[in-house]
């Protein structure tokens, strides 16, 4: 779309999530093929080609409840979770006794980060808006809200 894009204000870093015990083997995005696979809402659009591509060779599906993929994972229900890691390790606070929390994942990391931008239809706003993230890059303010999600 036309418009003013602003700096990067988050950056999403996407894992291939299997139980250790699983013993998988996904080292590349086309070692999900055969597998049964649960990843976030439009996974298959943001994740580019190859991905597509490749999952059209797996079980797979995408939820727009993204604690929907931790539930899934941990009761062996699917082999694999596409998910953000700080996002995925933030949800397990919200499963309830029913899912056991200590079987130990693996993060494969098979794809790139993501820088996140916002679009605006204003120039002045996305000024505003870049000056205001600057300084709470500079003050230390956004480095404590990333703290508070950590990613492990």
Excluded: C
């Amino acid at each position: 779309g036309s418009g003013f894009w602003s700096d990067s204000h988050i950056s999403y870093h996407n894992y291939a999530i299997t139980l250790k015990n699983s013993a998988l083997k996904i080292q590349k995005i086309e070692d999900l093929a055969g597998h049964s696979v649960a990843a976030f809402q439009n996974a298959r659009i943001l994740l580019g080609t190859r991905y597509a591509n490749t999952i059209a060779m797996a079980q797979y599906q995408e939820y727009p409840e993204q604690i929907t993929q931790n539930k899934l994972l941990y009761s062996g229900r699917v082999e694999v979770v596409v998910a953000d890691r700080r996002i995925f390790s933030h949800l397990n606070q919200q499963l309830g006794a029913a899912f056991n929390l200590q079987q130990e994942l693996q993060f494969n990391n098979i794809f790139p980060p993501t820088a996140y931008k916002v679009l605006f239809n204003n120039a002045e706003l996305r000024d505003k808006f870049n000056q205001g993230l600057a300084k709470i890059r500079a003050n230390g303010e956004y480095q404590r809200i990333q703290n508070k999600y950590p990613s492990d």
